[in-house]
């Protein structure tokens, strides 16, 4: 069955790095579109960064373009976001998801927190 696992969160300060890890099973992941969702206390969960199956095009919410990217290896069936100049604004539950044979699936979630 298709699962999707997160992992790389943590506490960071702010203008740190992070980068983080979502392991597929189940499914090809370069055959399917990925994305990565936030979100924040209070806060509805948001779209941060899209990586399409066929061609690997990339889209960024605006808020992290420039800083954000996403990617995958497909050896590994994984997608990554890296996270630069991290910002308290940025912490929040980060998610893995992915819409394979109409349904949709998404990870556990990973915390990050952005602090000094």
């Known amino acids: 069955q298709v699962q999707l696992v997160e992992s790389g969160g943590g506490l960071v300060q702010p203008g740190g790095s992070l980068r983080l890890s979502c392991a597929a099973s189940g499914f090809t992941l370069s055959s399917y579109s990925m994305n990565w969702y936030r979100q924040a206390p209070g806060k509805e969960r948001a779209l941060v960064a899209r990586i399409t199956g066929a061609g690997g095009s990339t889209t960024y919410a605006n808020s992290v373009k420039g800083r954000f990217t996403i990617s995958r290896d497909n050896a590994k069936n994984t997608v990554y976001l890296q996270m630069n100049s991290l910002k308290p604004e940025d912490t929040a539950v980060y998610y893995c998801?992915?819409?394979?044979?109409?349904?949709?699936?998404w990870g556990q979630g990973t915390q990050v927190t952005v602090s000094s």
């Open positions: 998801n992915a819409y394979v044979a109409r349904l949709d699936y």
